[in-house]
T-cell receptor
Framework: DTEVTQTPKHLVMGMTNKKSLKCEQH?????MYWYKQKAKKPPELMFV???????INESVPSRFSPECPNSSLLNLHLHALQPEDSALYLC??????????????FGEGSWLTVV | AQSVTQLDSQVPVFEEAPVELRCNYS??????LFWYVQYPNQGLQLLLK??????LVESINGFEAEFNKSQTSFHLRKPSVHISDTAEYFC???????????FGPGTRLSVLP
């Protein structure tokens, strides 16, 4: 069982909707990540939070807005998405980032469909 | 910067046969290597990793991988596969000061009855 929990597992939203994906980890990790994965492709990094501060934004459109309320929680706010944004969104965490081979642990993902 | 190549996009194999999934990497510094497995409609799970020490690492479900520095490879092997091993397998690399994982394109393992 994964120790990174994501909700909801499935989300269907219209292009004018505002919704949020939520992620929680209780492993005491200080780095949290959002990845986007399209079918038959590897995960693509979107955002990295390190010690609750945004440290990497991989040129993600502003219709995706991350938020890290505390060290255990990570949200991804969605607004005015496009159909091409439909994908599996994976949350992940690691003990730290940048030093030594920290393992990244993934959640089960949230399947997003934009109609 | 690092890069990862998984030359085989799909590997079909019969149940109880051996399998090898290939992973090669490119890096100018020392690396850490990982294999992740993604079962259908699920997230990624860590299968095994090489950080240091013995170059042969094993997972709890019978997979093993060997780090070969001279060939810059980290191939994944299993002597006898099961139907339940059907999944997508991703090789990933990072380095000591690496900011992020670099994932390979993935290999789809299909175990046939």
């Amino acid at each position: 069982d994964t120790e990174v929990t994501q909700t909801p597992k499935h989300l269907v939203m219209g292009m004018t909707n505002k919704k949020s994906l939520k992620c929680e980890q209780h492993m005491g990790h200080r780095a949290m990540y959002w990845y986007k994965q399209k079918a038959k492709k590897p995960p693509e990094l979107m955002f990295v939070y390190s010690y609750e501060k945004l440290s990497i934004n991989e040129s993600v459109p502003s219709r995706f807005s991350p938020e890290c309320p505390n060290s255990s929680l990570l949200n991804l706010h969605l607004h005015a998405l496009q159909p091409e944004d439909s994908a599996l969104y994976l949350c992940a965490s690691s003990q730290d980032r940048g030093i030594g081979g920290n393992t990244i642990y993934f959640g089960e993902g949230s399947w997003l469909t934009v109609v | 910067a690092q890069s990862v190549t998984q030359l085989d996009s799909q590997v079909p194999v019969f149940e109880e046969a051996p399998v090898e999934l290939r992973c090669n990497y490119s890096s100018s510094v020392s690396v850490y290597l990982f294999w992740y497995v993604q079962y259908p409609n699920q997230g990624l799970q860590l299968l095994l990793k090489y950080l240091s020490g013995s170059t042969l690492v094993e997972s709890i479900n019978g997979f093993e991988a060997e780090f070969n520095k001279s060939q810059t490879s980290f191939h994944l092997r299993k002597p006898s596969v099961h139907i339940s091993d059907t999944a997508e397998y991703f090789c990933a690399v990072t380095s000591f000061y690496g900011q992020n994982f670099v994932f390979g394109p993935g290999t789809r393992l299909s175990v046939l009855p």
